[in-house]
């Protein structure tokens, strides 16, 4: 059974950082599609982040890119998102995804197969 567990949410001020932490488990976490996505008050879903967890190959939305980080630690079959520089627009539920599908799809991968529950990101201006 594969189960993520979201970790490291909070509340912070605009320019503030946090690191968001996913353990996972029930998979091989060394050759899988993950990623990570977000959902503001009253918007829809938004990937912001993906990787191919075997060769690191990653990909972020353009909302982060230059200011959210992902990374991992296979040996603890963990995933992270170090997320700097953050505003009021980057308030809301952060969940890890986890995905079947192939390395060539992953950037563009959006039917994530397992769902952690998220964890809470709130920034004040």
């Known amino acids: 059974q594969v189960q993520l567990v979201e970790s490291g949410g909070g509340s912070v001020q605009a320019g503030g950082s946090l690191r968001l932490s996913c353990a996972g488990s029930?998979?091989?976490?060394?050759?899988?599609?993950m990623g990570w996505v977000r959902q503001a008050p009253g918007k829809g879903r938004e990937k912001i982040a993906a990787?191919?967890?075997?060769?690191?190959?990653?990909s972020y939305a353009d909302s982060v890119k230059g200011r959210f980080t992902m990374s991992q630690d296979r040996a603890k079959n963990t995933l992270y998102l170090q997320m700097d520089n953050l505003t009021p627009e980057d308030t809301g539920m952060y969940y890890c995804?986890?995905?079947?599908?192939?390395?060539?799809?992953?950037?563009?991968?959006?039917?994530?197969?397992?769902w952690g529950r998220g964890t809470q990101v709130s920034v004040s201006s």
């Open positions: 029930g998979y091989t976490f060394g050759n899988a599609c």
């Open positions: 995804v986890a995905g079947l599908t192939w390395e060539r799809l992953c950037s563009l991968f959006l039917s994530w197969n397992y």
């Open positions: 990787v191919w967890t075997e060769n690191n190959r990653t």
